[in-house]
T-cell receptor, first 111, second 114 residues
Framework: GQQVMQIPQYQHVQEGEDFTTYCNSS?????IQWYKQRPGGHPVFLIQ?????EVKKQKRLTFQFGEAKKNSSLHITATQTTDVGTYFC???????????FGSGTQLTVLP | EAQVTQNPRYLITVTGKKLTVTCSQN?????MSWYRQDPGLGLRQIYY???????DKGDVPEGYKVSRKEKRNFPLILESPSPNQTSLYFC?????????????FGPGTRLLVL
């Protein structure tokens, strides 16, 4: 079945440093979504990418969808302590109604 | 306020004692699903429902049951819980189950099975 791999599993950065998490699927995705889960909280939708090669920005966050629609990345510029949490990518399977999540990247920002 | 609610939020039980975790949404969403979250494994889908009386297995359905008798409710049933079902459970809902739709998650239920 479809697998969505995400790396790294953990990342510690100093406040002000940049951060990137990568997501790779074993199959082509129709779209990819990104979620953020704060410690003790629930996943919250950040953004969705649909088109091949698409790039979207939300303030300091930049999201990319690969040309082959099998990989994606989330880059945070100049991290802040409010960026702490676990970031998940998720892709819908081809014709199925199931959303497959990556294993997540847990970001710690040191002040 | 649009939301997904789950109850209970925390539960400690013993092996074999049947339990139900309730999930309710007030957004008139057609699609609802249950996930479990375990360290290093991300969120894995247990069951999902496209609409009333329509349910289907996700990736890890063993040991779980669901029902969808009303649009707003999607309870998760553990008939005979075992320790390997100790986990953090999330209910989620979205419109229509189409691929473009955002999932709205409940606050989570932390379950410990002794």
């Amino acid at each position: 079945g479809q697998q969505v791999m995400q790396i790294p599993q953990y990342q510690h950065v100093q406040e002000g440093e940049d951060f990137t998490t990568y997501c790779n699927s074993s199959t082509t995705l129709s779209n990819i979504q990104w979620y953020k889960q704060r410690p003790g909280g629930h996943p919250v939708f950040l953004i969705q990418l649909v088109k091949s090669g698409e790039v979207k920005k939300q303030k300091r966050l930049t999201f990319q969808f690969g040309e082959a629609k099998k990989n994606s990345s989330l880059h945070i510029t100049a991290t802040q302590t409010t960026d702490v949490g676990t970031y998940f990518c998720a892709g819908w399977r081809g014709s199925a109604r199931q959303l497959t999540f990556g294993s997540g990247t847990q970001l710690t920002v040191l002040p | 306020e649009a939301q997904v609610t789950q109850n209970p939020r925390y539960l400690i039980t013993v092996t074999g004692k049947k339990l139900t975790v309730t999930c309710s949404q007030n957004m008139n969403h057609e699609y609802m699903s249950w996930y479990r979250q375990d360290p290093g494994l991300g969120l894995r889908q247990i069951y999902y429902s496209m609409n009333v009386e329509v349910t289907d297995k996700g990736d890890v359905p063993e040991g779980y049951k669901v029902s969808r008798k009303e649009k707003r409710n999607f309870p998760l049933i553990l008939e005979s819980p075992s320790p390997n079902q100790t986990s953090l459970y999330f209910c989620a809902s979205s419109r229509q189950g189409q691929r473009q739709e955002t999932q709205y998650f409940g606050p989570g239920t932390r379950l410990l099975v002794l």
